[in-house]
């Protein structure tokens, strides 16, 4: 059994991606309480970004620029499908519109793999100017991109808590969270706060693409899959409407996830433990459900 | 096209009453389609399409199960390849480890497959259908990870029978009777139509009418007096049972099984090609089959395409059919067909008939010719 001491510096690394997963569940819970739809491209949106601003950085462009991009591209693309298929697939259930996300994230996926090819076995990372400062705690060394990381989960969710509490287009949203034909009738214009809820949960998701291509891997398949499936399983645990228990159930993921890490038994299974933390809490919270009502919820 | 759920489908005497003339054309047609798939393909075919027909053979039955859950039951599952990788590990390690005939080891690897899927998704199947999608498609990432750690057998000894140090890794058997290729490919189709038989069965007796109630409303079902949870595991376990078969029958067809070429958006390419072949008939599993295994073979030997265009284009189609034709291919074809039909009859024979002066128009033609 490995020492506290070999845990130290994974509850770091632990805290700073449970803080990137927590921004991409509040993303995710934001846009399916107010327009109905679980953007289930997430990642995939947001690592054809982190990829973008790889490209820009290669070509010799200054990190903020790259930045930037990444994060209009993931706002901008999320807006896009927002206009063309919210209006499209509304009144369809919130299934076969979550399974119409799935698709984008296939085309975004398959794109990323076209453009930035793996076969030629080349390596690529984006590293920020904050990777190499950092002050330490103990003996743990943190850097500043880890800081900044849990900060943004912390400041999002927050701002986005203050967001949806005393301003008008976050009242607005959450009306529409709670009847959306009723808020329509008092005048709200609910197609442009449904956009303005897309393209948000865009920005969000080119934020998560970013930071996790730095301290994770810019890989497709982890920025596609890992940060939909452990955001999306916090937003499950919070039953897709609370985004401070999203916030508390995304660190408890991200740091978990990290703290397996030195159990030699367990290393290769650390990325089923949003899996299972997800399978566990709906299993809990599963019981004593009423079958017949609030259809509408599920 | 097989539709089970139209309104002309009879009850359980329907065996005995005596089918009317647009069954007896369709079964007419699908046996002459499965005798040519049998006995005229396999000669004129190269060992290219041999392999990639086999493929088709084997995937349609996992667009089966797939397209049984999504379209007869309502249940949008992400993890089915997870299944099929189960169905393969289990009658891989069964091949390997046993001297047992060959289809009762795709039998047990189907009813393993079933008693591991319900397990799983016992819990979910409480919930409503988004946390089902959502904790299939998890429960897929998780077998990809154990996958990628446990391996699959390769004659190794121990539970895994994986040995990482074997430089000549020994094929998994095939039955003596589909020891070659085109004989194997036969064998596909065959199991193919058997499990089409089995969840066609199940169709049209009394679980079809269940779950056709189910997907309607559940709560309409539960005032029925219906026990959904029941009938919700029971098409996921003839979902897993058939998977589960596939994927045994996969480890024979492929001889290596590797952790690599199951990645996870392979999950999400499943249910994509499912819909887009159309999820509400048993045809739309084999156009989906067809979709999956041999357009991108097919594009590949043409004009070397990538696979990741054929990810794209499943990408788009999958939006385009929720959008606008959720019947997918399998429902859509036939009515562009009669339509494309009505459109050149109109255009040969000019105006409708029967439209005012379209006799005038014509009369008025000779005179001046």
Known sequence: MPSWSDFQPFIVSGLALGGIYALSGVGLVVLYRATGVLNLAFGAVGAMGAFIAWSIIQAGAPGWVGWIACILFAGVVTLGYGLLFGPALAGRGPLVQAVSTLGLALVLFGAIDLLWSTSAGQSRSISFPTDNGGFMVGQVQVNWTQVIALAAGVVITAGTHAFLRYSKLGTAMRAMANDREITATLGVPVRRVEASAWFGCGLLSGIAGILLADLAALDDTTLVFTVVISSLAAALIARLRSIWVTFAAALVIGLVHDLITPISSLTSYQDMTPFVLAAIALLVMSRGQVMTRSREEG | ?369
Do not use: C
């Not at chain 2, 919930?127 to 699959?152: C, H, P």
């Not at chain 2, 007796?205 to 109630?213: D, L, S, Y």
């Not at chain 2, 539960?222 to 029958?249: C, D, E, H, Q, R």
């Open chain 2, 1 to 369: 096209m097989i539709d089970t759920a139209g309104p002309k489908a009879p009850a359980t005497t329907g065996l005995l009453q005596r089918p009317d003339r647009r069954t007896l054309v369709r079964a007419t047609v699908i046996t002459v389609l499965l005798l040519l798939a049998l006995f005229a393909l396999p000669p004129l075919m190269t060992g290219y399409y041999v392999d990639t027909m086999t493929q088709v053979a084997i995937y349609s039955i996992v667009t089966l199960g797939l397209g049984l859950l999504v379209g007869r039951v309502g249940l949008y599952s992400l993890g089915q390849l997870a299944v099929l990788v189960i169905g393969a590990w289990v009658g891989a390690r069964l091949l390997f480890g046993t001297g047992q005939p060959y289809i009762l080891v795709l039998i047990e690897a189907g009813l393993v497959t079933m008693i591991i899927g319900s397990l799983i998704t016992l819990p979910a199947l409480r919930l409503r259908g988004l946390y089902l999608a959502l904790i299939t498609l998890m429960l897929a990432g998780a077998v990809t990870v154990v996958l990628a750690t446990l391996n699959f057998p390769n004659g190794g000894s121990g539970f895994s029978g994986y040995n990482g140090s074997f430089l000549h890794i020994p094929q998994i058997r095939r039955p003596s009777f589909a020891g070659t290729d085109p004989a194997y490919y036969r064998f596909s189709v065959v199991v193919a139509i058997v499990m089409f038989l089995l969840v066609f069965v199940h169709l049209r007796a009394r679980p079809g009418r269940v779950w056709a109630t189910i997907r309607q409303s559940e709560p309409a079902a539960l005032a029925a007096g219906i026990n959904t949870t029941v009938y919700k595991l029971w098409a996921m376990a003839l979902a897993s049972f058939v998977t589960g078969v596939a994927g045994a029958l996969l480890a024979g067809a492929d001889r290596e099984l590797f952790s690599i070429d199951f990645p996870i958006q392979n999950s999400i390419e499943l249910l994509a090609v499912v819909l887009m072949g159309g999820a509400f008939a048993l045809s739309g599993a084999v156009v989906a089959a067809f979709l999956l295994a041999f357009l991108p073979a097919l594009l590949y030997q043409l004009w070397s395409v990538p696979n990741d265009w054929l990810i794209i284009l499943f990408g788009v189609g999958v939006m385009q059919v929720l959008a606008t034709a959720p019947g997918g291919i399998a429902d859509q074809f036939p009515k562009d067909m009669k339509r494309l039909y009505r459109y050149l009859r109109g255009r040969l024979r000019g105006p409708a008939p029967g439209a005012p002066g379209a006799h005038a128009a014509q009369a008025k033609e000779g005179e001046t010719a």
